[in-house]
Structure formats: C-alpha cells, structure tokens
C-alpha cells in the first residue's frame, strides 16, 4: 500500500489533474483511504469515505484547485 502512495505522490501533475475530474475524482477519495489505512491515521480514513460520498458533487474542485495551488490535493 505504501508504494501506491509513493506513486501517487510522485505522480506528474497533468495527471493528478486528470485524477480530479468529475467522476475520476474516486481515485482520490480510494487515495485517501488506502493512505490513511497504510500509515494508521483514522482521520484520514473517514476524510476518505467522505469524499467517496461527496466527491462528485463539489469536493473534486476543492481536488483541481489544490493541486493547481500545491501540487497535492489537500486532505491527504
């Protein structure tokens, strides 16, 4: 699981844009999830399963303009 988040991190940009698209935007709701299952944090998880829930409503552009801003999406 470590080295999925590895690869997330390390993923270029245009692709972690690409992964915060309406409907795409799981992958960083599963992101989350597994990040927060592979280094023990509980917060992490449950920011997860929200964004699973909410994600496709408004959450995904919260994903675009962070990544845009820090290069990570926020919340994870």
Do not use: C
């Not at 699981?1 to 309406?22: C, D, H, R, Y």
């Not at 992490?44 to 399963?49: C, D, E, F, K, T």
Request: cysteine-free.
């Amino acid at each position: 699981m470590k080295g999925m988040v590895k690869w997330f991190e390390n993923a270029p940009l245009w692709l972690k844009v690409i992964f915060a698209l309406p409907g795409l935007d799981i992958i960083w709701a599963i992101f989350r999830i597994v990040k927060g299952a592979a280094y023990g944090k509980t917060g992490l998880v449950l920011v997860g399963i929200l964004w699973l829930l909410l994600g496709w409503a408004i959450l995904w552009i919260i994903d675009i303009v962070s990544i845009l801003i820090k290069k990570h999406p926020i919340l994870a």
